[in-house]
C-alpha cells in the first residue's frame, strides 16, 4: 500500500492511498475538517467524514501530474513508468503550483 499526505496551503488536509488491490482511497484529516469545512479540494470530493473511492486515481489528483516533457523528464529520471500514477504523484508533487501538495508517507518512517 502507498500512502500520501495531502496538504491545502501546507495544512494537512487528507489521506491518499492506493490498496493492494489497485483502489484509491482519499479521507479528509478530522482536524481540517473541523478547522477549515469549507475548504474542499476539489468540487467533486467536499470536505466529509466519508472515505472517497475510485477504482482509478483521482482526476484531480491525476491532474497534478506533470505532461509533455516534463512527464517524459520526471519519468526517466525517477524511472518510474508513465502508467504508474501513483508513483509520479509520490514523485513530483511536493512542491506544485497551486494549493494543494502530495508528501509520500514512507512505512519506515511510521515505525
Known amino acids: 500500500m502507498r500512502r500520501a499526505i495531502v496538504k491545502y496551503n501546507n495544512i494537512k488536509a487528507g489521506l491518499l492511498s492506493e490498496a493492494e488491490n489497485g483502489e484509491y482511497h482519499f479521507t479528509y484529516d478530522s482536524d481540517y475538517m473541523k478547522n477549515h469545512p469549507d475548504l474542499f479540494i476539489t468540487f467533486q470530493m467536499p470536505v466529509s467524514t466519508?472515505?472517497?473511492?475510485?477504482?482509478?486515481?483521482?482526476?484531480?489528483?491525476?491532474?497534478?501530474?506533470?505532461?509533455?516533457?516534463?512527464?517524459?523528464?520526471?519519468?526517466?529520471?525517477?524511472?518510474?513508468?508513465?502508467?504508474?500514477?501513483m508513483g509520479l504523484l509520490l514523485s513530483c508533487c511536493q512542491n506544485t503550483i497551486g494549493a494543494v501538495s502530495v508528501h509520500p508517507i514512507n512505512t519506515k518512517d511510521e515505525a
Open 50 to 85: 466519508q472515505v472517497y473511492r475510485s477504482k482509478r486515481l483521482f482526476p484531480f489528483f491525476d491532474g497534478l501530474i506533470p505532461e509533455g516533457w516534463l512527464l517524459n523528464i520526471a519519468s526517466e529520471s525517477w524511472r518510474i513508468n508513465k502508467n504508474d500514477r
